[in-house]
């Protein structure tokens, strides 16, 4: 965590990227919003996770710790390539089925990898994301952001909870 | 037709639990995302287009890409001369290609590092750098000038080629001492 947390301080990123909290993980850092989940999956993680873990093994305790490092890492970079694929602004054949393929690894281990953790129906709904990218294309044409931004704006006007008089009441309250 | 149908049932939606002012600020924003969207797209009319640029100009609050005044040109920079050719050039501080800006590195580092076709060949892989100045000539073409990211040590590792869908690639922190002429079209993207 504190590579991470080094990574969001110190990486020289363009002012296009969403600034991520310099305090990631901390309890003070709040929850981040699904985009900002995005960057750090996408960008930070990834690339402490390969520098501590990957084509480093002499810095490790031992080859057995490396080894089992390195097959988390692969694990870890399974769900991260399918994101990324997934998120891409054009799709093609070869992507959605690396998409599919990536998604399946990362499943199908892991409990192997991470033996206390549940599925998830999140986990059985990823698989029809390929559905949707074959159906419907690229994710930027129908996911939801656009509509967590309107309601954002909705949530930040003044109200009375009694829909369809806000600006009567906001008016003379 | 995902968005046709969201916007038919967010509609109904609306104006069933929601007021007048709901209702209009919804359907605004739903008419100006569509707009936006549709003049984005490559096959909207050339004349939509023209109206784009008028929007831009009337309702944003200032453009990067303003043509720098006649003070601003003056003899090319000692440095520059064996890149630059012409006389008289103006140094800005960043420049906007479509909604992306990019900066010299004494401006914006991030905003700077850029991925680039040498040549503008895209046959060749992109190559690393930073944005060291950013020249403008007389007649309004723009050029960076850019040192380029120096490969890493030919025994190094590179651990991020397990990943070939994951876009990063090992590079050492230094620049080399030359300049390159580059041309905006010619930059791929920003990296990190």
């Given at each position: 965590m504190t590579r991470i947390q080094e990574l969001i301080r110190d990486m020289a990123t363009p002012s296009w990227l969403p600034p991520v909290p310099y305090n990631f993980g901390?309890?003070?850092a709040g929850t981040l919003k699904a985009d900002e989940w995005r960057t750090v999956t996408t960008v930070y993680i990834p690339i402490a996770l390969i520098s501590l873990w990957g084509g480093r093994a002499a810095s490790h305790a031992s080859q057995a710790t490396a080894n089992r490092l390195k097959m988390v890492l692969d694990h870890t970079m399974a769900l991260v390539s399918a994101i990324?694929?997934?998120?891409?602004?054009?799709?093609?054949?070869?992507?959605?089925?690396?998409?599919?393929?990536?998604?399946?690894t990362w499943v199908s281990e892991l409990r192997i990898h991470h033996?206390?953790?549940?599925?998830?129906?999140?986990h059985h709904m990823a698989f029809h994301?390929?559905?949707f990218l074959r159906l419907?294309?690229?994710?930027?044409?129908?996911?939801?952001?656009?509509?967590?931004?309107?309601?954002?704006?909705?949530?930040?006007?003044?109200?009375n909870h009694k829909h369809g008089m806000s600006i009567v009441f906001s008016m003379f309250g | 037709m995902v968005c046709q149908l969201s916007f038919l049932c967010l509609d109904s939606l609306i104006h069933s639990?929601?007021?007048?002012?709901?209702?209009?600020?919804?359907?605004?924003y739903l008419k100006a995302g569509r707009l936006k969207q549709w003049l984005g797209r490559q096959d909207c009319p050339a004349f939509l287009r023209e109206c784009k640029v008028i929007f831009d100009k009337a309702?944003?609050?200032?453009?990067?890409?303003?043509?720098?005044a006649a003070s601003a040109f003056g003899p090319v920079p000692e440095g520059l001369k064996h890149?630059?050719?012409?006389?008289?050039?103006?140094?800005?501080?960043?420049?906007?290609?479509?909604?992306?800006?990019?900066?010299?590195?004494?401006?914006?580092?991030?905003?700077?590092?850029?991925?680039?076709?040498?040549?503008?060949?895209?046959?060749?892989?992109?190559?690393?750098?930073?944005?060291?100045h950013i020249a403008v000539y007389p007649n309004q073409d723009v050029v960076y000038l850019v040192k380029r990211q120096m490969p890493a040590s030919p025994g190094l590792v590179d651990p991020y080629v397990d990943y070939p869908h994951f876009p990063a690639r090992l590079y050492t922190n230094a620049l080399s001492p030359d300049l390159d002429l580059v041309r905006p079209d010619w930059i791929l993207s920003h990296y990190a």
């Open positions: 901390d309890a003070a990324i694929l997934a998120c891409m602004r054009t799709t093609t054949e070869t992507r959605m089925t690396a998409y599919l393929n990536y998604l399946r033996p206390d953790v549940e599925y998830w129906v999140n994301i390929y559905d419907f294309g690229p994710v930027r044409s129908w996911w939801c952001f656009p509509f967590e931004r309107l309601i954002g704006q909705l949530q930040r006007l003044p109200h | 639990f929601a007021g007048q002012l709901e209702s209009t600020m919804t359907l605004s309702f944003r609050k200032s453009s990067v890409n303003d043509c720098p890149v630059i050719c012409g006389t008289k050039v103006a140094l800005r501080a960043r420049h906007s290609v479509g909604d992306i800006v990019y900066s010299r590195c004494s401006t914006h580092v991030g905003n700077s590092l850029v991925a680039f076709y040498p040549g503008g060949n895209r046959s060749s892989p992109p190559i690393p750098g930073s944005i060291q």
